[in-house]
């Protein structure tokens, strides 16, 4: 992985991969990732598994920004012993790739909060086909888990695409990625709820909101559900583009 990392670094000839240089232009990305609240998988030198975080702030003024305990213990340990990390994640239909390297840890409430200094450079690719919608709060889209850890459990939806979407729960239970969540009530502002199946993509216990921030897949959505959320998301764009155009 740190070496496909470093390839694309030095210079991937597929146009569909850039790389991101300057302080500015790296730290306004991380800032656009801690507004957006997306989720940071993280890999450590020499320990086999990826874990979760989140950044919780930038501290330009000291060259760093903070990220929040690593969901896996044995990593966290990892981490302090090498003190270098690589960050995987995801940004409004691109993927970024870079590396950390951990400066200082502090604890807020017996939870570790690692500085980690600003990349000097991200990889960055375009991946996404679908078009992914950010929900604003008048875009209010409830969901129902009606079968998670024995009871039912509900939420409201962050993101959407015709693929998945991305939800917080309010639930402190932590699923498994690849876990399935049956007969899944979406419901789509102006418009009938559906039943669909998600599988989890990634899970973790967002401090902020005190709720588990999930990401998932549609699974075998039938054409009428394709078609019902097709029309939302293409309304929703064309709005969003009239809105930009004055």
Request: aromatic share 6%; glycine share 6%; with cysteine.
């Amino acid at each position: 992985m740190f070496a496909s990392l470093k390839r694309v670094i030095q210079g991937d000839r597929d146009p569909a991969h850039d790389k991101v240089t300057g302080r500015g232009r790296v730290v306004s990305l991380i800032r656009q990732l801690q507004h957006d609240h997306e989720l940071l998988c993280i890999k450590v030198p020499g320990f086999p598994d990826q874990s979760n975080t989140a950044i919780l702030g930038v501290k330009d003024e000291l060259n760093c920004f903070l990220l929040d305990e690593l969901s896996n213990p044995a990593a966290h340990e990892a981490f302090l012993r090498t003190r270098k990390a690589l960050v995987e994640c995801r940004l409004r239909g691109m993927e970024l790739r870079f590396g950390c390297r951990l400066l200082k840890v502090d604890s807020r409430e017996s939870i570790a909060i690692y500085a980690v200094s600003f990349p000097e450079r991200i990889a960055r690719t375009q991946r996404r086909r679908d078009y992914r919608l950010r929900l604003s709060p008048g875009l209010s889209t409830p969901l129902t888990v009606p079968r998670f850890e024995g009871r039912q459990v509900s939420g409201e939806v962050f993101d959407l695409s015709i693929g998945g979407l991305g939800a917080f729960l309010n639930t402190r239970g932590v699923p498994n990625r690849a876990e399935m969540l049956s007969d899944v009530s979406v419901a789509l502002p102006q418009s009938r709820p559906f039943t669909a199946n998600l599988e989890i993509r990634f899970a973790r216990l967002d401090g902020p909101h005190r709720m588990l921030r999930i990401g998932a897949r549609f699974v075998n959505l039938n054409q009428k559900q394709q078609r019902q959320l097709s029309q939302f998301l293409a309304e929703q764009q064309r709005k969003r583009r009239r809105h930009e155009s004055y």
